[in-house]
C-alpha cells in the first residue's frame, strides 16, 4: 500500500523540535577555542583563515618544511564558518563536476581528473596518518534523474566520460538499478561515481585536522580576526585586534569573508545555503528506502538538492534554495530561513513518503563563496608574498586541498603540474557591482527555475551567461 501523502500541517510540525545550529557543530566532543592573540608575534608563514583552506596550508606547509615557522589566525573558531556547515561531500572533481570542467578547460581536464582523484586519495590517507575521527566512508555519490530530460542529460554525459576514457568506477543505472540502491517513487535514473567522493563528518574533519597542526607545531589564535594586511619592508604586516603579526609569507584562506586584497572582493559573493538533519532513523524506516550502501545523493535540476546519512543514520537534506543577499554581505540573521526549511521539508517527504512521521533535529544555514566559474582561483599579491585561493562555490571539502598545495607552490615560486594548469592561471569574470550584480543573479535563478519546469530549454538569458562563461549556483 502506498504512504498516505502528508498535509503541510504535518510537514510544518516536522521542523518543530529542529534545533537552529549545524548538527555537526551541536557535538559534545567539540573542542575548546583557544585563547586569542595578544601582543605581536613573528612567523615564516601566516595562515589566514581557520577553515580547511588555512587548516590544510598550514599541514602541509609543516609537513614540507618542518622547521618553518607557522601560525594560524582564525576570526571566530575552528569550523565555524562553512567547514562546519556543509553536507560533508569530500570530492576528487577541482571543477565543480566533470561538465563544468570540459567546458571550461577541455585541454587539461584529464590532468585536472588525475589531479583530483590524486589529492582526495591524500586526504584519506591523511586522515588515516593523522588518526582524524570523522567518519571518513568512501562510498561514492549518484546523480539522480528525477526528469526525463535528466535521464537524457545523465545518459549524454555518460557517453563524455567514456570517450574520455575515465569510466572507471562510474556506471549510468536505470530507474529499477537506482531505485535498488536507494528507494524513492521519484527516481528515473542515475550515474553512480564510486571512487570520486567520501562522505565525512565535517566538523570532525576540521578539528582534526586543527589539532593535526598543533601536534606538528603550528600556533594557533581564534578569536583573532585579521583586519589589515600591509608590507613592511621585507616582511608581511597583519593587523589584529591585539597586536600584530609580521610574516615572510602569508596565506589567505578567508573564502566568502572580505578579502584582505581588496582587489579581489568583486570575484566572490556569498551565496546561503540551508539544510535540515532528521532525528535518527528506525532499522524499519531504513530499510523502507534501503540505502545500504550509504552514498552520497543530488539530484540533477538546476535547483538542486544533496542529502546522505550521518554515521548514526539521520539523513542529511539541503540545497535547492540558493539565496544572494542584496549587496553581497555575510551577516549571521542569514544563517536561519524559516521560508526554506519549510520548502525543504516539504521536498523531503516527496522524495521519500515512505518516511512520513520522521522528525527533524537540526536546521541551519551558511554563506559559501561562489564565483562566476563554478570553481576556486589562485593567485599571488604583494610581488609573490601573499597567495589566495577562493570561489570553491560548495565543493571545497575536498578542493581546498588542492588550493592549499597551490598556494604554497606559488609562494615558493615553484613551477609545478598544479601552477602550470590554465586553471590556476586564469581568472573568473569579476560580478557586476549593485544593483546590476543583485538584477543579474536573480534573473538567472529565475531563468534556472524556469529551465528546471521546461523540459530543461535553457532561455535566452541562460545561453547569454553561457557563452559569456558567467554563472550563479551554490
Partial sequence: MAPRAMSSKEILASLADAKPVSYWLDDPGRPEALP???????CE???????????????IAKERDPGR???????????????????????????????????????????????GARNLDAIEEAVKKYGIDCDFERTGEIDVATEPHQVAELTEMYEEIKSLGLEGGVSLLDADALRAEVDSPTFLGGLYDRDGVA???????????????LDLGVRIYEHTPATELSRRGE????????????????????NVFPSLVKRLRPYTVPVYDYALMTEPLTDEQLASIGWSGRQGLGDSANQFHYFRLSADNRILWGGYDAIY?????????????????????????????????????????????????????????????????????????????????????LLAGERTERTELEMVRSKPLPFPPEPFAWTGI??????????????????????????????FDS
Fill in 69 to 115: 615557522e607557522v601560525v594560524l589566525v582564525e576570526a571566530q573558531e575552528i569550523a565555524w564558518a562553512a567547514s562546519g556547515r556543509n553536507g560533508g561531500f569530500c570530492a576528487a572533481s577541482l571543477t565543480h563536476g566533470l561538465g563544468n570542467g570540459l567546458a571550461r578547460w577541455p585541454r587539461e581536464i584529464g590532468l585536472l581528473e588525475q589531479l
Fill in 199 to 213: 562522505m565525512l563528518n565535517p566538523a570532525r574533519l576540521a578539528w582534526g585536522l586543527k589539532q593535526a597542526c
Fill in 325 to 409: 543577499p542584496y549587496g553581497g554581505k555575510v551577516r549571521a540573521e542569514y544563517d536561519h530561513r524559516p521560508e526554506t526549511y519549510a520548502k525543504l521539508a516539504e521536498h523531503f517527504f516527496t522524495c521519500f513518503p515512505q518516511l512520513a512521521g520522521v522528525r527533524f533535529s537540526h536546521a541551519w544555514g551558511g554563506a559559501i563563496d561562489t564565483c562566476t566559474r563554478f570553481s576556486a582561483f589562485f593567485g599571488t599579491a604583494y610581488q609573490g608574498r601573499v597567495a589566495y585561493a577562493a570561489g570553491y562555490t560548495g565543493l571545497g571539502v575536498g578542493a581546498t586541498r588542492f588550493g592549499a598545495e597551490v598556494m604554497l607552490d
Fill in 442 to 471: 536573480t534573473l538567472t535563478k529565475a531563468s534556472l527555475a524556469k529551465a528546471d519546469a521546461n523540459g530543461g530549454r535553457r532561455n535566452a538569458w541562460l545561453k547569454v551567461m553561457d557563452r559569456l562563461g558567467f554563472g
Fill in 36 to 42: 586569542a592573540l595578544t601582543g605581536d608575534e613573528r
Fill in 235 to 254: 616582511q608581511m604586516a597583519v593587523r589584529t585586534p591585539y597586536g600584530r603579526i609580521f610574516a615572510r609569507d602569508v596565506a589567505l584562506g578567508t
Fill in 45 to 59: 608563514l601566516l595562515v589566514v583563515g581557520g577553515g580547511y583552506s588555512g587548516l590544510w596550508t598550514a599541514l
